[in-house]
């Protein structure tokens, strides 16, 4: 154990430095323009711009005096969390879950984080990460001990597709990371996609790491899970998702993971030797979202118009305005250096947003619509400005 531990850390301090989210460096700018008395306008944010609702954070303080919350809890995860989460995911992927097969994390990023690590089991294999992909993708995988394998989709739209991830391949890949609703395109994968996409994993025996923190937030579209799909890869699935987006909840930091229980008992030692258990507190205030009245038709239907807006004002300095189905972002094709024109609209205009670049896409833009109105069309027709004299 000492051995591996000692080599793993050579990997990551030597062979593969970890550096700061590219997100948390511009959100580190954006403070320092604010502190200098310069108006900014954040288009960058990954989190709703709404107050968590009321009804949660009245389940939080109710939760907060209670003693019992303030000792520590199972490392899984507060049972009837873990139950109301796996009769939400019996629903979603079509077959019983039961709570075996749920564990609780400090948001979506330690699930994913998690289960890398379960699925890795020292082992050095290769994950395979579409292009563009959340930008902590390639370092968890190589924090977790694995090779990050990046594939370039061969569609206009950016989906990859079943014959993109047999060509980037090898006998040494041991899982996909795919997610949709997609960050950063804003793209849900249809039935279709996921269906191919399930029968290659299945074939390759290939665990599919299923990011579905947005599978809440989409517009005119579902975004099912692969194992309605294609039924058989409920065994190689974990499906990985969050209260963080659909119920305005970034900051309280309570995710899960579902999966095969040998893979859920693998997460939740693996939490026991690090975490511990997730905020009892912040758990009921989970438990009273997921459970509650559904405040994210609300939601999505003020991000819908947002996102039209954004895309009529975008349209015109454009060659090929941008589509998205889920989430709340945009992701637009620039002709131009990406990260110079991050760069000056942060200086011109006071406008923080993030270059494709970190997203392992050169020649994108990525906007988010979860912010003010007036913001953000005060923020997008300057951006429309700009691109449009620069062209």
Same mark, same amino acid.
């Given at each position: 154990?000492?051995?591996?531990?000692?080599?793993?850390?050579?990997?990551?301090?030597?062979?593969?430095?970890?550096?700061?989210?590219?997100?948390?460096?511009?959100?580190?700018?954006?403070?320092?323009?604010?502190?200098?008395?310069?108006? *900014?306008?954040?288009?960058? +944010?990954?989190?709703?711009?709404?107050?968590? =609702? #009321?009804?949660?954070?009245?389940? +939080?303080?109710?939760?907060?005096?209670?003693?019992?919350? !303030?000792?520590?809890? %199972?490392?899984?995860?507060? %049972?009837?969390?873990?139950?109301?989460?796996?009769? @939400?995911?019996?629903?979603?992927?079509?077959?019983?879950?039961?709570?075996? @097969?749920?564990?609780?994390?400090?948001?979506?990023? @330690?699930?994913?984080?998690?289960?890398?690590?379960?699925?890795?089991?020292?082992?050095?294999?290769?994950?395979?990460?579409?292009?563009?992909?959340? &930008?902590?993708?390639?370092?968890?995988?190589?924090?977790?001990?694995?090779?990050?394998?990046? *594939?370039? %989709?061969?569609?206009?739209?950016?989906?990859?597709?079943?014959?993109?991830?047999?060509?980037?391949?090898?006998?040494?890949?041991?899982?996909?990371?795919?997610?949709? %609703?997609?960050?950063?395109?804003? !793209?849900?994968?249809?039935?279709?996609?996921?269906?191919?996409?399930?029968? /290659?994993?299945?074939?390759?025996?290939? /665990?599919?790491?299923?990011?579905?923190?947005?599978?809440?937030?989409?517009?005119?579209?579902?975004?099912?899970? =692969?194992?309605?799909?294609?039924?058989?890869?409920?065994?190689?699935?974990?499906?990985?998702?969050?209260?963080?987006?659909?119920?305005?909840?970034?900051? /309280?930091?309570?995710? /899960?993971?579902?999966?095969?229980?040998?893979?859920?008992?693998?997460?939740?030692?693996?939490?026991?030797?690090?975490?511990?258990?997730?905020?009892?507190? +912040?758990?009921?205030?989970?438990?009273?979202?997921?459970?509650?009245?559904?405040?994210?038709?609300?939601?999505?239907?003020?991000?819908?118009?947002?996102?039209?807006? +954004?895309?009529?004002?975008?349209?015109?300095?454009?060659?090929?305005?941008?589509?998205?189905?889920?989430?709340?972002?945009?992701?637009?094709?620039? !002709?131009?250096?990406?990260?110079?024109?991050?760069?000056?609209?942060?200086?011109?205009?006071?406008? *923080?947003? &993030?270059?494709?670049?970190?997203?392992?896409?050169?020649?994108?833009?990525?906007?988010?619509?979860?912010?003010?109105?007036?913001?953000? #069309?005060?923020? *997008?027709?300057?951006?429309? #400005?700009?691109?449009?004299?620069?062209?």
């Amino acid at each position: 154990m000492a051995t591996h531990l000692a080599h793993s850390v050579q990997r990551v301090t030597i062979s593969a430095p970890i550096a700061l989210s590219p997100t948390a460096a511009l959100r580190e700018k954006a403070n320092e323009l604010r502190s200098a008395g310069r108006p *900014v306008i954040d288009l960058s +944010a990954g989190e709703l711009d709404f107050p968590t =609702p #009321d009804h949660v954070v009245a389940a +939080a303080v109710k939760a907060a005096a209670n003693p019992d919350n !303030h000792r520590y809890g %199972p490392a899984s995860g507060l %049972p009837r969390l873990r139950d109301a989460i796996a009769a @939400q995911a019996t629903d979603r992927l079509g077959t019983p879950i039961g709570r075996a @097969q749920v564990a609780i994390t400090n948001g979506a990023k @330690q699930a994913l984080f998690n289960a890398l690590l379960a699925v890795l089991d020292r082992s050095g294999g290769e994950v395979l990460i579409p292009t563009p992909y959340w &930008v902590s993708f390639p370092s968890m995988v190589t924090l977790a001990g694995g090779t990050p394998r990046l *594939v370039p %989709p061969s569609t206009a739209d950016l989906r990859v597709t079943a014959g993109d991830l047999e060509h980037a391949a090898s006998d040494a890949t041991v899982a996909l990371i795919l997610v949709s %609703p997609h960050n950063p395109t804003g !793209h849900v994968y249809e039935r279709s996609d996921l269906e191919a996409i399930a029968r /290659w994993a299945a074939r390759r025996n290939v /665990w599919l790491i299923m990011d579905e923190t947005y599978a809440r937030l989409t517009y005119g579209i579902d975004a099912i899970s =692969p194992a309605i799909a294609f039924p058989p890869i409920v065994d190689r699935l974990i499906s990985v998702g969050s209260v963080s987006k659909a119920y305005a909840m970034t900051g /309280w930091r309570v995710g /899960w993971l579902v999966g095969p229980q040998p893979i859920v008992d693998r997460a939740v030692a693996i939490q026991s030797h690090t975490t511990s258990n997730v905020n009892q507190i +912040a758990q009921h205030a989970a438990l009273a979202a997921v459970t509650g009245p559904d405040v994210t038709e609300r939601f999505r239907q003020r991000l819908e118009l947002r996102r039209d807006r +954004a895309i009529a004002a975008l349209s015109g300095a454009l060659a090929a305005p941008p589509t998205a189905t889920g989430a709340f972002y945009l992701y637009i094709q620039l !002709h131009g250096d990406d990260v110079t024109i991050a760069a000056e609209l942060l200086e011109l205009g006071g406008i *923080v947003t &993030v270059p494709g670049r970190s997203f392992g896409q050169p020649g994108y833009l990525r906007i988010s619509y979860a912010i003010d109105d007036a913001l953000l #069309d005060q923020g *997008v027709a300057f951006i429309a #400005d700009h691109l449009g004299r620069t062209a």
